[in-house]
């Protein structure tokens, strides 16, 4: 199964949630990252986290969703709420939640401040991950309206 973490720019918040997914996940599942409209480059702050947090950013590079190298088995939206921010919709036939998160890297302040928003953000999404994968995923994997339902459910959760 394939987990495309879909937003905006594709430089942060879905790169976090890519590199943690592919981190945590069993054997068969993959996630990749996508925006509607890329950076074309990476957020050094994610970066950062994650190599902090000892996971690997290897290989991964800022791409438009329509560079997909697979096709994904569902989307999660990643765009936050505030801002008016405008979150992507994937046009195609998949299943799709919202995990809104708000983006670290519009963050201002002190470098405490910043590094603590990008902290946020990565708490909020690696929790919702772990969440996700805990769930008897082979089961659901046949049961889509439960697996949507559990997707939604997830999406609201934080740490």
Same mark, same amino acid.
């Given at each position: 199964?394939?987990?495309?973490?879909?937003?905006?720019?594709?430089?942060?918040?879905?790169?976090?949630?890519?590199?943690?997914?592919?981190? +945590?996940?069993?054997? &068969?599942?993959? #996630?990749?990252?996508?925006?509607?409209?890329? $950076? *074309?480059?990476?957020?050094?702050?994610?970066?950062?986290?994650?190599?902090?947090?000892?996971?690997?950013?290897?290989?991964?590079?800022?791409?438009?969703?329509?560079?997909?190298?697979?096709?994904?088995?569902?989307? +999660?939206?990643?765009? &936050?709420?505030? #801002?008016?921010?405008?979150?992507?919709?994937? $046009? *195609?036939?998949?299943?799709?939640?919202?995990?809104?998160?708000?983006?670290?890297?519009?963050?201002?302040?002190?470098?405490?401040?910043?590094?603590?928003?990008?902290?946020?953000?990565?708490?909020?999404?690696?929790?919702?991950?772990?969440?996700?994968?805990?769930?008897?995923?082979?089961?659901?994997?046949?049961?889509?309206?439960?697996?949507?339902?559990?997707?939604?459910?997830?999406?609201?959760?934080?740490?």
């Amino acid at each position: 199964m394939n987990v495309l973490f879909l937003c905006t720019g594709n430089s942060c918040r879905s790169l976090i949630g890519e590199a943690i997914f592919n981190h +945590l996940a069993p054997e &068969g599942w993959h #996630a990749i990252s996508a925006g509607s409209k890329p $950076l *074309g480059r990476l957020n050094a702050g994610a970066l950062a986290l994650l190599e902090q947090q000892g996971i690997s950013t290897e290989g991964y590079f800022s791409k438009s969703w329509n560079d997909l190298p697979i096709t994904p088995d569902i989307v +999660l939206s990643v765009c &936050g709420n505030a #801002a008016n921010e405008i979150c992507p919709a994937y $046009l *195609g036939p998949v299943m799709r939640s919202h995990w809104g998160v708000e983006d670290p890297a519009h963050a201002v302040g002190s470098a405490e401040e910043i590094n603590a928003a990008f902290m946020t953000a990565y708490k909020i999404l690696r929790h919702r991950i772990e969440q996700f994968l805990a769930l008897p995923l082979a089961e659901l994997q046949n049961d889509p309206a439960r697996l949507k339902a559990e997707l939604d459910r997830i999406g609201i959760l934080l740490p």
